[in-house]
């Protein structure tokens, strides 16, 4: 089977791959988009791409395309720690202090924020695709003594030296993968299996009657169904107007979720069901 993942090779999503899928071909595309178009044109089996940081919520680019481009499925949920270190090129090891550049991913950046402005205040901060291609770059520049955040598996694989360890601000650092499939009723694997929470994408009634909201939650509510996230992303047709992403802590093909779906749409409610998965926890990226 070939799985997709945002690369390339020792990002933390390539990480979270190895650790859920045994003996299969992985193939490293350079964007959260490359990955799920690849899926949605079933060049792959499967994608895995970051969802959401618990520092710094979630991952906009992963959501809007899951919402508006692509009709993919989460089959799995893959809860990794995170543990950012700052690495650079052995050749710069005694002068790091000294560094012009600290690259990484949006969200690892913004992971060691407080770090970053009491240690390298002013230090140019440049995104790249992945902590991984940060740690590529830095490994093949050695002549710009810039440094890049990213896990030990980088480290290792692009030879960097880690010369912080440990640098998010906050202790409790977890990034939530979903694994995808382009097939609704596609063949599940073996740690796909025993849905226990659902997430569905909703748009509320075009009429912006008030309360509207309110009646989504309350259909929830007096089932006793469980939420553990909603949040809100633009629907991209004017100010003001919002999709809703709720993760439920129950699997769709019950009663109870059946009749809150039912209930959302004879509001008036779009209700896309992205996916009842399973959770898994991961062991960090070493
Ligand atoms: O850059 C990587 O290594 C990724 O896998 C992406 C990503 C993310 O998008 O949040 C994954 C985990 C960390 O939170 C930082 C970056």
Request: glycine share 4%; hydrophobic share 40%.
């Amino acid at each position: 089977m070939k799985i997709g993942y945002l690369g390339p090779e020792a990002s933390f999503t390539h990480h979270a791959v190895k650790s859920i899928f045994n003996n299969e071909e992985y193939i490293a595309f350079p964007t959260i988009p490359d990955c799920l178009e690849a899926l949605a044109e079933n060049k792959v089996e499967r994608a895995v791409v970051p969802l959401e940081n618990a520092l710094e919520g979630s991952v906009p680019i992963t959501i809007d395309y899951l919402f508006h481009d692509v009709d993919l499925h989460i089959t799995a949920e893959l809860i990794s720690p995170i543990e950012q270190h700052l690495m650079v090129h052995p050749d710069n090891a005694a002068r790091f202090q000294d560094v012009k550049k600290i690259m990484s991913h949006s969200h690892a950046l913004a992971q060691c924020h407080k770090y970053l402005y009491y240690r390298f205040r002013g230090v140019t901060l440049e995104p790249s695709t992945s902590t991984s291609a940060a740690a590529k770059y830095t490994s093949e520049h050695p002549e710009e003594n810039i440094a890049a955040i990213g896990n030990a598996l980088a480290a290792d694989t692009y030879g960097l030296t880690v010369v912080e360890k440990n640098i998010h601000d906050f202790h409790f650092n977890h990034t939530r993968f979903v694994v995808l499939t382009s097939e609704k009723e596609s063949e599940l694997l073996p740690f796909e299996r025993d849905a226990e929470k659902s997430t569905l994408m909703i748009t509320l009634p075009s009429d912006d009657r008030a309360g509207a909201l309110h009646q989504v939650l309350s259909a929830f509510s007096w089932r006793q169904l469980s939420l553990s996230k909603i949040e809100s992303r633009p629907l991209k047709t004017g100010l003001g107007n919002y999709f809703f992403i709720i993760d439920v802590e129950k699997p769709v093909g019950g009663v109870l979720m059946q009749g809150a779906i039912e209930e959302l749409e004879a509001l008036g409610c779009t209700v896309k069901v992205l996916g009842s998965y399973k959770k898994h926890l991961l062991e960090p990226a070493k």
